[in-house]
Each structure stands twice: as structure tokens, then as C-alpha cells.
């Protein structure tokens, strides 16, 4: 969940030797080490080795070539002290303790939100965050034959970007730029390097804020409530612009007339994704059109930026191609379903597979919710697979609502069901709640756990 940058592509200077190789060092030459792993594979009913040459820096194992340089990555592997702090910080008793685990500062892939019945609300982005000469751009491959270069500790937890207790009284983090994390108490983007937390904008943690900076009173089912917001924050900055070159357009150009009442349905449109929504299936379809008609991102960090793709699509489409689009996706959604006039719960579906293979002639569940690509808070992103119909791929998986008191009170969903039989009767009977916002309540106590048991039994019994 999280763009802090824990590691390092370094280019290295090497030469060749008779029988080895070395590397440059600020002064120094340096042997790279050697080591040959053997892999074994299947090759017809019989199997079969091969020795591959592995070398690494001091930097680390060498993973690549491009431009004539060896690359190699530094990162924290294999740490024991991550798996410790994973299992150690679900036996915290409050914020001071759940702390202290965070000092291990081990944990190399996550952001952090935590909570506790104290009232106590805190966020730590990323974990663990080598220290760095902060002159250099660490998003790329850096110079290895420097000491300059080289990573001088990990930073203090207090050094990275953290927020304790914001006096907003909330946070988000919808896997996005830190510095938004609490609306006007956010951390200061300029009192931190680069590296730590590269992070871009997106579209949920614009739509989040705009809820949690509204609300008050929150209680469990209002915080499902706002988190099945389905504002679709894109097209705040794609609309405007297309509805500009529409209404420029000549009334001679054919245009004019053939995308009149779409257009008139766009500009009547609320930005909420529904299931019966018409202008839905439009913005949609056509903002995936979009997409790639604007350069691929260069660095992973940039790629996070979504609200810049939403603005590059703004600047660097002309008018004529985002109206050329539009008239594409009318003429593509009559061939699919014989009219551009379909609701998006017709179109957007759910369907649980067991292989991930989607049939229109099988039974799926209309769905309402849009992808988070566009601003989503609760997302569900569809694809056609050799369908007509759109099924969903990817998104929300496993959401849940939790009230930290003298007694946890919680309410979750998942996408389909619990069970992964196909005959099981909780293969699927979660869905309708997922796509409606609908949650069950958790029996986290004991007590819960044995009042609502469908059966009971002694293992071996």
C-alpha cells in the first residue's frame, strides 16, 4: 500500500578480468562475488539441471543490464525482524506500545493507519526508509561508484512522514500522497525528502476528503456509508473540457447532432456511478479510452500520479480526438448490446468464476460501483475477457467497519464469499451486500461466536 521508496537500483562500472569481474568504487577496485545456482525443471517425464552464474556488489545481487552498465539492487530482504513486527504489533495494548513496535522499523511495503478505544489515531508512511543523500533521484538507477551514494542508516520513526492524533480528527489512505492524509493537518510535503514518499494524487483520496472534511457524528454505518461513496472524481476534470469542444463545435459538423443527447445525459449527471445510470456506462467507456492516448508513465512514482493522467487527458488530447472518442464509444457500446442507451448495471456485472473465465450466458449480479481508477471509493474494476459484458477483476476485496470501545463492534464484506466451492452456499452469498454496501456483523467475542453457530464440534469428532 505504499510508494516509500526502501530500495535502490545502482549502476555499477564493470571490467572484465580472465576469469572474473570487478567493480568500480569511489578509488577502490572491488571482485564481485560469484556464486552459481543450480535450478532443476521438468523437461518431458524426466527432470533436468541447469548452473546459472549469480554475482552481486556490495550493494547487492546484480539483476539486469541497460546501457552497457550493470544494475543492482539494495533492499531489506529476508528480515526476520519483519515478520516480528508483523505478529507483534496485532498483541499491542494502545497507541504507546503499538509504537514502540513500530521502532523495529522493519516493515518495508506498507502504510500504517492505526486506532484504539483511547481515541488515538495515527499514520506512518512506509516503515522501514534508508537514510539518503538527498541531491540524487533516487526514482532512478544511481550511481554505484560513489560513497555518496551509499544508503547512511534508516531513518527515525519520528522522521518519517507520520501523523499523530491530527486535530482534523480523521485520516485517510486510499494508497496515494501522504501529504492529504488529513486534510488541513496533513504532513508538509517540503519538510521531507523526495524519496520518502514519492506517492502521487488519485481520485479516491480526493473524493475521501471531500467527505471526511464534511462529516460529523460518525457512527459504524456511516462510515460504510461514506466509504460506499461512489463519486466518480475524474470526471470533474474530464467533462468540463469535453463539453467545451462540443459546444464549439459547428452546427454543420455532423458531430453536433450525433452526440447531442449523450451529451445532454453527461452534463445531467450527478458523477455518481449507479446501476441504472446511462450516463455511467458513457463516461466510463470513454475514459478508457482515453487513458492510452496519453505517454505511458517513466518511473513507478509517476505511474501513482492519477490525477495527473487525468490532467495530461485534459491538456494532451485535442478536442477533436476526445469528441472522435466519444462518437468510438457510442458506435462500440451499439455493437455490444444494439444501443449506446444502457444502463451501467446492465453492462458492469458481477460473476464469480472459479478459473476467472467470464460467460454471458451464465448468472451475474448487476453492479453499480465504478472503478476507483476514476474515483471510486468503493472500487470495482471490469474488463470484457472475449465477453460482451463487463465482469469485475479487481477492486475492493474484503472490506470492514470498526468501532474500538469497551467492547469492538465490527461489520465487514467480502467480494463473493468466504467458501471457494462452487456448491457451497457461501460461495456467493456475500455478494449482494458487497455491491450494496450491505455489511454483517462480526462475532469477534466468544459469547457472539457460539449463539450464532450453525453447529458445533470437538476436532477429531
Given at each position: ?99 514502540k513496535i513500530m521502532e523495529m522499523r522493519s516493515n518495508n511495503s506498507n502504510n500504517t493507519v492505526f486506532a484504539d478505544n483511547k481515541g488515538n489515531i495515527a499514520y506512518w508512511h512506509g516503515n522501514f526508509i534508508p537514510k539518503r543523500n538527498p541531491s540524487y533521484n533516487w526514482s532512478l538507477p544511481v550511481d554505484g561508484t560513489t560513497k555518496e551514494t551509499d544508503w547512511k542508516g534508516i531513518h527515525a520513526l519520528d522522521e518519517i512522514v507520520h501523523l499523530y ?297
Amino acid at each position: 500500500s505504499s510508494y516509500a521508496d526502501v530500495a535502490d537500483v545502482y549502476e555499477e562500472a564493470i571490467t572484465r578480468n580472465e576469469n572474473s569481474y570487478s567493480y568500480k568504487y569511489g578509488k577502490e577496485t572491488k571482485a564481485i562475488k560469484s556464486k552459481p545456482i543450480t535450478i532443476s525443471y521438468k523437461k518431458g517425464e524426466s527432470f533436468e539441471t541447469k548452473t546459472f552464474p549469480s554475482y552481486a556488489t556490495h550493494h547487492g545481487p546484480v539483476l539486469g543490464k541497460r546501457g552497457g552498465k550493470w544494475l543492482s539492487l539494495k533492499e531489506n530482504n529476508r528480515s526476520l525482524a519483519a515478520l516480528q513486527q508483523s505478529w507483534l504489533r496485532t498483541k499491542a495494548k494502545g497507541f504507546e506500545g503499538f509504537k514502540k513496535i513500530m521502532e523495529m522499523r522493519s516493515n518495508n511495503s506498507n502504510n500504517t493507519v492505526f486506532a484504539d478505544n483511547k481515541g488515538n489515531i495515527a499514520y506512518w508512511h512506509g516503515n522501514f526508509i534508508p537514510k539518503r543523500n538527498p541531491s540524487y533521484n533516487w526514482s532512478l538507477p544511481v550511481d554505484g561508484t560513489t560513497k555518496e551514494t551509499d544508503w547512511k542508516g534508516i531513518h527515525a520513526l519520528d522522521e518519517i512522514v507520520h501523523l499523530y492524533n491530527p486535530k482534523s480528527g480523521w485520516i485517510q489512505n486510499c494508497n496515494s500522497t501522504p501529504f492529504t492524509a488529513s486534510g488541513v493537518s496533513s504532513p508538509v510535503k517540503t519538510s521531507y525528502p523526495a524519496y520518502m514518499a514519492p506517492d502521487g494524487q488519485n481520485g479516491r483520496a480526493l473524493n475521501a476528503m471531500r467527505l471526511l472534511s464534511k462529516a460529523n457524528n460518525i457512527t459504524l454505518d456511516k462510515i460504510i456509508e461514506l466509504g460506499y461513496n461512489t463519486y466518480l472524481t475524474a470526471f470533474d476534470f474530464l467533462l468540463p473540457s469535453l463539453f467545451k469542444a462540443y459546444d464549439e463545435l459547428p452546427q454543420t459538423d455532423r458531430l453536433k447532432k450525433e452526440l447531442e443527447k449523450p451529451i445532454h445525459l453527461l452534463k445531467q449527471w450527478d458523477r455518481q456511478a449507479s446501476a441504472s445510470s446511462v450516463a455511467t456506462t458513457i463516461a466510463v467507456e470513454w475514459a478508457f479510452k482515453l487513458g492510452p492516448k496519453i505517454p505511458p508513465a517513466k518511473t513507478t512514482e509517476a505511474a501513482t500520479n492519477i490525477v495527473g493522467n487525468y490532467e495530461r487527458m485534459v491538456t494532451d488530447i485535442s478536442p477533436v480526438e476526445k469528441l472522435a472518442l466519444l462518437a468510438q464509444t457510442l458506435t462500440d457500446l451499439e455493437k455490444w448490446y444494439g444501443t449506446w442507451n444502457i444502463a451501467w448495471g446492465d453492462v458492469n456485472r458481477f460473476q464469480r468464476s472459479a478459473n476467472n473465465q467470464f460467460k454471458d450466458d451464465q448468472p451475474s449480479l448487476p453492479v453499480g460501483l465504478g472503478p476507483g481508477t476514476w474515483g471510486s471509493l468503493p472500487s470495482f474494476i471490469s474488463r470484457r475477457a472475449d465477453t460482451k459484458k463487463r465482469y469485475g477483476v479487481s477492486g475492493n476485496s474484503f472490506i470492514a467497519a470498526v468501532e474500538f470501545g469497551k467492547k469492538i463492534k465490527a461489520k465487514t464484506i467480502m467480494t463473493g464469499g468466504e467458501s471457494f466451492d462452487p456448491s457451497s452456499k457461501h460461495y456467493t452469498d456475500q455478494a449482494s451486500g458487497f455491491i450494496e454496501g450491505k455489511f454483517k456483523d462480526i462475532n469477534f467475542y466468544k459469547e457472539d461466536v457460539l449463539k450464532n453457530a450453525q453447529r458445533s464440534y470437538h476436532p477429531g469428532e
